[in-house]
């Protein structure tokens, strides 16, 4: 129901550090209190490197930096302590498992002209070792990092072309025979192994992530240029090391099964679930996509969930929603989970999604819950057609929140932070747009959930988002698990995939 337009400020939702401790930062409680799975995970570790070897060089140089302090004088870059100091972990340099990929190799590839060639040719060269290790030697390595140079990120991207020489290679499949049937006598095996490269997406990140989901394979790709010695007389670099610092050591703390962070002030018993959706033709007619739902806990940590592929996409409304079975399936899936993590099921689950809920989709949901949790499902829209100024040298606080509808309110994510006397972003930031569409739910307590969702961003170290993580990573994890046609990768840890 539509209401006179109330303002409120929602305060800047707490998280929870070592010794049960809470700041708003996540790098204040770091650096004061240490991770919240302090006991989990600490001392020194073993990692896995993956690349040439002036790269491996590169990177193992790099990673002892990061046992030092970085110190910039960037009030909005908080200083980086070192990683002994903020996650109580460190690096045995003497253990390091090193596999090599020869340059020369990916020099080759770089002069294949055919983008499905040339990224899948890339790709297999680090996951047929990556496989072989796994399926071969004893000791357990829990995070890969797989470094790259940078014309792979370069050339391994959509629409990335490598510039004309002669020497350039051609080999490629016409259209017609990339799904064909045909037998021919005389070149078969040849053929087959061309044609494989286009059951897979043209991105390096997404297809390697993807060719290693079944083997459960968690890995950080790392471009050359983001571990190359910096100029000690370029501030503008520096003062960017120590948030890169940061943000790599908390991707690695998290994907060696740590929890740097958990909101501080939970709500008990309640689950998250962001729904991703991938088609998986190009074509404007084409019906069929993927779904994945996406749960996180009240811990923060969260696990991605598989659904079928079927006819989810409508091309009259641009919405995609399930049918009635694969509703229930997808939530089916995600409740037998967090009860076999908790031995019993959440009280309420909150459904984000970016379009609105059918009928028969809402159907399956109820089905799957009754009895058993309370489902409210929200649309989460960002928003540009509206914003709100003030008469004051900075825009708006984060965390401000118009309610226009007993259902519905715009959120402001980014804005004004007092803590940095600054704003995310240079532009007069837009919110989103927040409107419970099933279910019955408090906006406000849904609008405070949403804004907690959003400094649960492991693969980076940041005061929030602007987004929920419920959000963040659907196009990217829907674009995973479409990067390759018959892909298997079951339930998985939410870290495989970032």
């Not at 993807?210 to 190359?228: D, F, G, N, P």
């Not at 995600?334 to 009928?359: G, L, R, V, W």
């Not at 704003?423 to 837009?430: A, H, K, M």
């Not at 408090?442 to 400094?455: A, H, N, P, Q, Y």
Request: charged share 25%; hydrophobic share 35%; glycine share 6%.
């Amino acid at each position: 129901m539509i209401i006179d337009p109330e303002i409120q400020y929602l305060p800047e939702p707490r998280l929870t550090f070592g010794f049960n401790q809470k700041a708003i930062d996540p790098r204040d409680g770091l650096l004061l209190y240490g991770p919240f799975d302090s006991r989990k995970v600490g001392g020194a570790i073993t990692l896995g490197i993956i690349g040439p070897e002036y790269l491996r060089k590169q990177l193992k140089d790099y990673l002892k930096r990061l046992h030092s302090p970085i110190v910039n004088e960037d009030f909005a870059r908080p200083n980086f302590p070192g990683i002994e100091s903020a996650f109580g972990i460190s690096i045995n340099f003497d253990s390091l498992i090193e596999i090599d990929i020869k340059d020369s190799d990916l020099e080759q590839y770089k002069k294949y002209v055919d983008s499905h060639q040339r990224i899948h040719n890339w790709t297999n060269l680090y996951v047929d070792k990556l496989i072989q290790y796994t399926s071969e030697e004893d000791r357990i390595v829990s995070i890969w990092l797989v470094v790259i140079p940078e014309y792979v990120y370069t050339y391994g991207r959509p629409k990335s072309r490598i510039p004309k020489d002669e020497s350039n290679i051609t080999t490629t499949l016409r259209k017609k025979d990339r799904e064909t049937n045909q037998l021919n006598l005389f070149f078969q095996e040849e053929e087959d192994k061309l044609r494989e490269a286009y059951q897979f997406e043209v991105n390096f990140h997404n297809q390697l992530k993807a060719k290693v989901l079944q083997y459960r394979i968690v890995t950080q790709i790392i471009r050359e240029s983001k571990i190359c010695e910096y100029s000690l007389s370029s501030e503008d670099t520096i003062k960017f090391e120590s948030a890169k610092a940061w943000n790599i050591s908390t991707t690695l703390y998290y994907k060696l099964g740590g929890l740097p962070w958990k909101l501080g002030d939970v709500r008990d018993n309640v689950c998250y679930l962001g729904l991703v959706y991938k088609k998986t033709e190009e074509k404007d007619k084409s019906r069929n996509a993927c779904c994945a739902a996406q749960m996180f806990l009240d811990s923060g940590d969260g696990m991605v969930f598989r659904g079928n592929v079927g006819p989810w996409w409508n091309p009259q409304t641009k919405e995609f929603h399930l049918s009635r079975n694969d509703a229930y399936s997808m939530i089916s899936q995600s409740m037998d989970a967090f009860y076999a993590k908790f031995n019993y099921y959440p009280e309420e689950i909150f459904i984000h999604a970016k379009t609105y809920f059918d009928d028969e989709e809402w159907a399956g949901f109820n089905e799957a819950t009754q009895g058993k949790s309370r489902i409210i499902g929200v649309r989460i829209r960002e928003v540009s057609n509206f914003k709100l100024f003030r008469d004051s040298s900075y825009c708006v606080p984060r965390g401000l929140m118009l309610k226009y509808d007993t259902h519905g309110a715009y959120l402001w994510t980014k804005g004004f932070i007092p803590r940095f006397k600054s704003q995310i972003g240079l532009e007069v930031p837009s919110p989103l747009d927040v409107y419970i569409t099933r279910g019955s739910g408090d906006i406000t307590t849904v609008c405070k959930d949403i804004l907690g969702l959003s400094k649960l961003n492991y693969n980076t170290c940041i005061y929030g988002d602007g987004v929920p993580v419920t959000l963040k990573f659907a196009d990217s994890i829907g674009e995973i698990l479409t990067a390759g046609r018959n892909m298997h990768s079951g339930v998985l840890p939410f870290k495989h995939y970032i």
